[in-house]
């Protein structure tokens, strides 16, 4: 009985070690689950974080990119315009020199005074853009044997009327330059500011004549009726050969 009673004893002491044992691996095992969740949650933050700093990295990549593009997109822009630029200046000085040739050039000579002006011109053109093709170009200008209004147009005809009407002063001047403005400069002049006119509506004419204007005027030196001859802006007497320089107050009417 007594064998029994201990032997009963002991299984269960031997059962409650296995029992504490079991529960110890269980908790022990909760415990490496809990430690194991626990860095995979902190690896998953990090991760996380990682991912978004990762991808404002890129953003920010992305963005200098598209930043380097738009820079690059302006810079040419901006230099295409600045291009462009130097192009009409480079036309309207081709215009300028074409006027001044063609007005000095007008009378069939070059005078040394037209000759000096015109030198002068030329090299402050190929100064301020010194590059073969604005040198040939003024040359090919400059070397035209027959300068008329046809050869004249193709240098005038693309750049702004007002350009044009700034330089009509330098015309006149030119036209003088050697103390005498002859009836073939004046007629020069009168082409082009009547080019101006016609092109653009205003009145580019100020003391030269429309080609319609009436006269009515006598012959100082036969009394018979005057003839305008309104490129020399004169009234000329076709009988006796009298005449005189007008302007528009000497004229009755104007018909436009």
């Known amino acids: 009985m007594l064998g029994t009673i201990l032997a009963v004893a002991v299984a269960t002491k031997v059962a409650t070690k296995v029992g504490k044992a079991a529960v110890g691996a269980a908790g022990a095992a909760v415990a490496t689950g809990a430690v194991v969740a626990g860095a995979a949650a902190v690896a998953g933050v990090a991760t996380a974080a990682g991912t978004a700093i990762a991808n404002k990295q890129r953003s920010k990549n992305l963005g200098s990119a598209d930043y380097a593009v738009s820079s690059e997109n302006a810079r040419r822009e901006a230099e295409v315009m600045r291009q462009r630029d130097i192009n009409n200046t480079i036309k309207q000085l081709y215009a300028k020199f074409a006027i001044c040739y063609y007005i000095a050039l007008s009378d069939g000579v070059l005078a040394a005074e037209e000759k000096a002006e015109l030198d002068r011109l030329c090299v402050e053109i190929y100064n301020r853009f010194p590059n073969p093709g604005v040198k040939s170009e003024l040359l090919k200008i400059y070397n035209t044997p027959n300068m008329n209004f046809i050869v004249l147009e193709r240098y005038i005809r693309d750049v702004d009327h007002t350009v044009i009407a700034s330089f009509l002063t330098l015309a006149d001047e030119t036209a003088a330059l050697d103390g005498n403005t002859t009836d073939a400069e004046k007629q020069s002049i009168y082409k082009l500011r009547k080019y101006l006119t016609d092109k653009t509506g205003y009145d580019y004419l100020g003391n030269y004549l429309h080609l319609d204007t009436d006269v009515n005027m006598q ?22 050969g009298h005449f005189i320089y007008l302007k528009p107050r000497d004229c009755s009417r104007r018909v436009r």
């Not at 030196?221 to 004169?234: A, E, H, T, V």
């Open 219 to 240: 012959c100082q030196g036969c009394g018979s009726s005057m003839k305008l001859i309104p490129y020399d802006n004169k009234a000329v007497c076709p009988y006796c």
